[in-house]
T-cell receptor, first 115, second 109 residues
């Protein structure tokens, strides 16, 4: 089974610039998550999709972050404009159903450095 | 109080040692529990689910104590390859999954 695909692996931008990340979940997985992981911390949920609908975006800084999941498959996460504190690894994960017993499968992540 | 709390460590143990981590949670409505493992600069991967009756997978044993609201992970006969960060994860129902900050383990020869 192919895993969760993310791109790019690394990105370096200057503050106030914009950046976009892409994620392709495991085929057939209904639920897609974007997490932000700052060094030394656990992953923090930014947004969760169930098919192409948003289930939880309570921790997404909506003034600068946006995300969409087109046709319930691929997803993009955008930051505009970026701040220094956005430097982190952005992890995409998917799960088959999203219910409580459905484990998460993570992609390799995108390491963002904002200078 | 954080929803999920873990001792960040690091735990430094020799090969062959037994080591245990605890994780406490504040939401008594939490329904499902997991341990994930994260290697340095890698993505988290599911290690094992945690069941009310306790469960074992080789050298790893996970337990849940709902009364005291904590889960534990016991690693027996530690290997060098066990060095990683162990993340406590819970699902509060309603599709909400929460990660702890992780406990770092270093196993030394």
């Amino acid at each position: 089974e192919a895993g969760v695909a993310q791109s790019p692996r690394y990105k370096i931008i200057e503050k106030r610039q914009s950046v976009a990340f892409w994620c392709n979940p495991i085929s057939g997985h209904a639920t897609l998550y974007w997490y932000q992981q700052i060094l030394g911390q656990g992953p923090k949920l930014l947004i969760q999709f169930q098919n192409n609908g948003v289930v939880d975006d309570s921790q997404l800084p909506k003034d600068r972050f946006s995300a969409e999941r087109l046709k319930g498959v691929d997803s993009t996460l955008k930051i505009q404009p970026a701040k220094l504190e956005d430097s982190a690894v952005y992890l995409c994960a998917s799960s088959q159903t999203g219910d409580q017993d459905s484990p998460l499968h993570f992609g390799n992540g995108t390491r963002l450095t904002v200078t | 109080r954080k929803e999920v709390e873990q001792d960040p460590g690091p735990f430094n143990v020799p090969e062959g040692a037994t080591v245990a981590f605890n994780c406490t949670y504040s939401n008594s409505a939490s329904q499902s529990f997991f341990w994930y493992r994260q290697d340095c600069r890698k993505e988290p991967k599911l290690l094992m689910s945690v069941y009310s009756s306790g469960n074992e997978d080789g050298r790893f044993t996970a337990q849940l104590n709902r009364a005291s609201q904590y889960i534990s992970l016991l690693i027996r006969d530690s290997k060098l390859s066990d060095s990683a960060t162990y993340l406590c994860v819970l699902n509060t129902g309603g599709f909400k999954t929460i990660f702890g900050a992780g406990t770092r383990l270093f196993v030394k020869a």
